[in-house]
């Protein structure tokens, strides 16, 4: 059963379709929402390509005359200012005009890079998202398109609304552990911030990552992507409420950046990232959040628990201070009063440090044997 989800920003409105094998479909609903296209460039990356691109580029050919494909590195080093470069070649060598569209196959990589490169060709062409991953179940709404800085993540980007995410989650079968795990680790952080009850579904539903499957993997993809909608419709631009995404990410892209993009996935970086909120928010607040539960809840679906050994807490400092959300240099977290209530705290450096080192301590002191498995878990 095929559902829709209305997205509703100040500067757009478009839909979220999520189905199940559902992509024999997608040459017609795009022509629903994007009459008149002269040219279609497909952006993928080599592993989608070799799984779903023939088929995605068959279909579109019953409705398209000029069908392209353009085809990416897998994994976060794609997200460079080559590949940018490289994508508006493709672009201008296709001779690709303003009424043409961008179909970005793919995860969070390629929805965030074609995006971008949709964003700035000709001054912006119309793009839709056809994600690939659970983790693109967030990247693909709400129009954060981006690139990386080797000093930052996604610090060279654009507020871009798609015209269409068109989600079919039978691709999703051929996911990898981890990248089911990270993932995961969005639609958890979707119903910490926001919803208890979504939190308690995923508890009674998903004792395990093999649960997500069938109506289970539906539901959670719904639920998370409604969160989300609700939220940015609040605030496309992350003037204010729509920051509360970023929950666990100030850590977690200092990780990812620290460790080098693609060492740990970003959904564990960003599960660890949670945990690190909440240790936080503990010690903030000064009130009991239950952190040594979340973190058993967190340690069984196979999240990281504990900070690398070899990382300085004294470099994560410094990632963490050239994050968006940070102020005059002064590091800004999203923290957790209780479940389905987070706000934004300024966090002095002091505070922050000790924070990070007894967080160090804390994983170290409770790591046992069947927790030692590696930056992913795995």
């Known amino acids: 059963m095929m559902k829709r989800i209305h997205i509703d920003t100040p500067s757009k409105r478009y839909e979220v379709v999520i189905g199940n094998e559902v992509l024999h479909m997608i040459d017609r609903i795009i022509d629903r929402v994007c009459p008149h296209v002269t040219a279609v460039l497909i952006i993928t990356d080599e592993t989608v390509a070799s799984l779903y691109l023939a088929d995605v580029k068959k279909t579109l050919r019953q409705t398209y005359d000029r069908v392209y494909t353009h085809i990416i590195p897998s994994g976060e080093e794609a997200k460079s200012f080559e590949q940018f470069y490289a994508c508006h070649t493709a672009a201008l060598t296709n001779h690709l005009d303003r009424h043409s569209l961008i179909v970005a196959l793919g995860g969070g990589v390629v929805g965030d890079l074609a995006g971008f490169?949709?964003?700035?060709?000709?001054?912006?062409?119309?793009?839709?998202?056809v994600p690939t991953t659970l983790l693109a179940h967030d990247s693909a709404v709400g129009g954060k398109t981006a690139i990386n800085h080797p000093l930052g993540k996604n610090m060279i980007g654009a507020f871009y609304q798609p015209?269409?995410?068109?989600?079919?989650?039978?691709?999703?079968h051929t996911l990898p552990e981890r990248e089911m795990r990270s993932g995961f680790a969005e639609i958890m952080k979707h119903s910490l911030i926001y919803d208890r009850a979504f939190f308690g579904w995923l508890q009674a539903n998903v004792q395990q990552l093999d649960d997500l499957r069938g109506d289970c993997l539906q539901y959670a993809i719904q639920?998370?992507?409604?969160?989300?909608?609700?939220i940015v419709a609040k605030d496309e631009k992350e003037q204010g409420v729509r920051a509360y995404l970023n929950f666990g990410?100030?850590?977690?892209?200092?990780?990812?950046?620290?460790?080098?993009?693609?060492?740990?996935?970003?959904?564990?970086?960003?599960?660890?990232?949670?945990?690190f909120?909440?240790?936080?928010?503990?010690?903030?607040?000064?009130?009991?959040?239950?952190?040594s539960s979340f973190r058993t809840l967190f340690h069984r679906y196979g999240f990281p628990t504990s900070l690398p050994s070899h990382v300085s807490p004294e470099r994560l400092l410094d990632k963490m201070k050239k994050d968006k959300k940070a102020k005059d240099q002064t590091v800004?977290?999203?923290?957790?009063?209780?479940?389905?209530?987070?706000?934004?705290?300024?966090?002095?450096?002091?505070?922050?440090?000790?924070?990070?080192?007894?967080?160090?301590?804390?994983?170290?002191?409770?790591?046992?044997?069947?927790?030692?498995?590696?930056?992913?878990?795995?």
């Open 249 to 275: 990410h100030t850590l977690g892209h200092a990780l990812e950046s620290e460790l080098g993009y693609g060492v740990m996935t970003h959904g564990d970086a960003v599960a660890l990232g949670m945990l």
């Open 163 to 172: 015209e269409l995410v068109f989600y079919d989650i039978s691709l999703l």
């Open 117 to 129: 490169v949709a964003a700035t060709y000709m001054r912006g062409i119309r793009f839709i998202q």
């Open 223 to 230: 639920r998370g992507i409604e969160i989300k909608a609700a």
């Open 332 to 378: 800004r977290m999203v923290l957790m009063k209780e479940i389905g209530t987070v706000c934004v705290e300024q966090i002095s450096d002091e505070q922050l440090l000790r924070w990070l080192y007894a967080f160090a301590e804390e994983g170290r002191g409770k790591c046992d044997s069947s927790d030692s498995r590696g930056n992913d878990g795995k």
């Open 277 to 291: 909120a909440i240790f936080v928010s503990e010690r903030f607040y000064n009130q009991p959040l239950f952190y």
